[in-house]
Nanobody, 115 residues
Framework: QVQLVESGGGLVQPGGSLRLSCAASGSILTANAQGWYRQVPGKPRELVAIMSRGGGSNYAPFVKGRFTISRDNAKNTVYLQMNSLKPEDTAVYYC?????????WGQGTQVTVSS
């Protein structure tokens, strides 16, 4: 069992930046992938960014060029750097770590982009 704890969410003005962190209680080295998803009320959870074991990353079209996923294997932590934030980025952001046989989710962190 691996626990994921997200942090770094909050209220930011349009055009601002936030960095989300996801600390895992176990090693992420053996994971197939780490990802960030987001969800707004009444809509399904959607992929924001994903990083494979080999280090390759993919982004949803609506965040490409603005968000960057990264990780620190020594700290078992995954990050999401979010720049040029827009009001439509407002959502609860969830961290995900996929070990293949098992997949774990964090509890989510609220990001609100508003003036």
């Amino acid at each position: 069992q691996v626990q994921l704890v997200e942090s770094g969410g909050g209220l930011v003005q349009p055009g601002g930046s936030l960095r989300l962190s996801c600390a895992a209680s176990g090693s992420i080295l053996t994971a197939n992938a780490q990802g960030w998803y987001r969800q707004v009320p009444g809509k399904p959870r959607e992929l924001v960014a994903i990083m494979s074991r080999g280090g390759g990353s993919n982004y949803a079209p609506f965040v490409k060029g603005r968000f960057t996923i990264s990780r620190d294997n020594a700290k078992n932590t995954v990050y999401l750097q979010m720049n040029s934030l827009k009001p439509e980025d407002t959502a609860v952001y969830y961290c995900n770590v996929d070990y293949g046989k098992y997949m774990y989710w964090g509890q989510g962190t609220q990001v609100t982009v508003s003036s």
